[in-house]
């Protein structure tokens, strides 16, 4: 029998799902038959489907603790259950370290670290008393693993969210599997903000080894995975989502010949 990932009758809660990488993610979800309620601060410019199955959206500050607990009220209120989440919110503008306010600090570390436990402990007082548990898959980034100029605070709030992921995984055990999606560069409508043109795209597309940027759907596709059946005994897990990660600079500044073997002879 082939092996196929079907959650029909599973609720799926996609905090930021109406836009960018959280849309690619709920379209998946919907593909795998859930029933998506994504959640931000604003609906989607178009709708968010897969076929004739549309999200249901609900608005949520997820920074908010109080609008938190009123969005995973109403989702059991209106679909009875809360199987998996997907921390997916979150994000930040460019700003040097040397500048960036306090003020701009704390929001980014809100967004990207705060807001999560706030939806991932929400969510756990409903899956812990159901029969089947739950699963909280978390959207993290490289720029948790390596140096993330421009991006400190972001960078700094994504290796906390990694770190949360592992705390809450042995916690919450064995009602709530937790998981994490380490992901790198994504194209998205607004790529061209952060690279520029075409050209820029492209040109930061070959530096990936699979050379291309992700797309949201390539994520959509694992975070199905961690919460469908196919990952029941993978819990406290991190998934590098990067397509190779990216070349150390030193092989493009390096004149040695590409492929040459050294020996302790040569060496």
Known sequence: MALEIDLAGRVVLVTGGVRGVGAGISRVFLEAGATVVACARRPADRPVAFGAREIDYLPCD????????????????????????????????????????????TKIVELNLMAPLLVSQAAYGVM?????????????????????????????????????????????????????????????????????????????????????????????RCAVFLASPLAAYVSGATLLVHGGGERP???????????????PEKA
């Not at 920074?63 to 930040?92: E, F, K, W």
């Not at 042995?170 to 075409?198: C, F, K, Q």
């Not at 600079?249 to 020996?263: K, M, N, R």
């Open 62 to 105: 997820v920074r908010d603790a109080d609008a938190v607990r009123g969005l995973v009220d109403a989702i059991v209120a209106r679909h009875g259950r809360l199987d998996h989440v997907v921390n997916n919110a979150g994000g930040a503008p460019f700003a040097p370290s040397a500048t960036a306010s306090k003020n701009f600090n």
């Open 128 to 220: 812990r008393d159901q029969t089947d548990g739950g699963s909280i898959v978390m959207i993290s980034s490289v720029s948790g693993h390596r140096a993330s100029p421009g991006t400190a605070a972001y960078g700094a709030a994504k290796a906390g969210m990694d770190s949360l992921t592992q705390s809450l995984s042995v916690e919450w055990a064995p009602r709530v599997r937790v998981n994490s999606l380490i992901v790198g560069m994504v194209e998205t409508e607004l790529s061209e903000l952060h690279y520029g043109d075409r050209d820029g795209i492209d040109a930061v597309s070959e530096t990936i080894p699979l050379r291309r940027m992700a797309t949201p759907e390539d994520i959509g």
């Open 249 to 263: 600079a030193f092989l493009a500044a390096s004149t040695a010949e590409i492929g040459a073997v050294s020996t």
